[in-house]
């Protein structure tokens, strides 16, 4: 099954709002890991922009870099670096938000203590979150 934008955008937005609801309760680490999986989804749906027909791509030479957990690497296919760097000199929330997004990896599933869902949450959904900035891109 082939994944279009619109799909990683919906995905996007889905666990963000999972995050959410489970970041107001004791469930911090599935809040935590939920937001990470939105903030994953948003830089795979401008991947994904970027394809023929918004497809995600199914080439395997280009799979190993963009079917990764990891958000630095998957900024970097989006080809959103630059625009993340200007960004954030000129928002400084925005850049400490980042800060905190950046560090997330798909590994926190199997962590039962120690993470933040609350804090992963607000930097991606708060008035500079980088979900919100991933969507003006998407």
């Known amino acids: 099954m082939r994944l279009t ?3 990683f955008q919906r995905l996007a937005e889905l666990r963000a709002r999972e995050a959410g609801s489970l970041s107001k309760g004791r469930n911090q680490q599935g809040a935590y890991y939920l937001a990470g ?38 900024l970097k296919e989006a080809e ?23 560090i997330w990896n798909e590994e926190t599933r199997y962590q039962i203590a120690g993470l933040n869902g609350r ?6 959904t708060g008035p500079d979150g980088v979900l919100h900035w991933i969507k003006k891109l998407w």
């Open 5 to 7: 934008r619109r799909d």
């Open 37 to 74: 999986y939105a903030v994953e989804c948003a830089l795979k749906a401008c991947i994904a922009k970027k394809t023929r027909r918004h497809e995600f791509p199914p080439d395997r030479n280009y799979v190993g870099r963009v079917y990764t957990h990891n958000l630095r690497e998957l």
């Open 80 to 102: 959103l670096e630059t625009q993340l760097d200007r960004d954030m000199k000129a928002n400084k929330a925005l850049a400490a938000n980042w800060n905190t997004v950046k």
């Open 119 to 124: 804090d992963l949450c607000a930097a991606i």
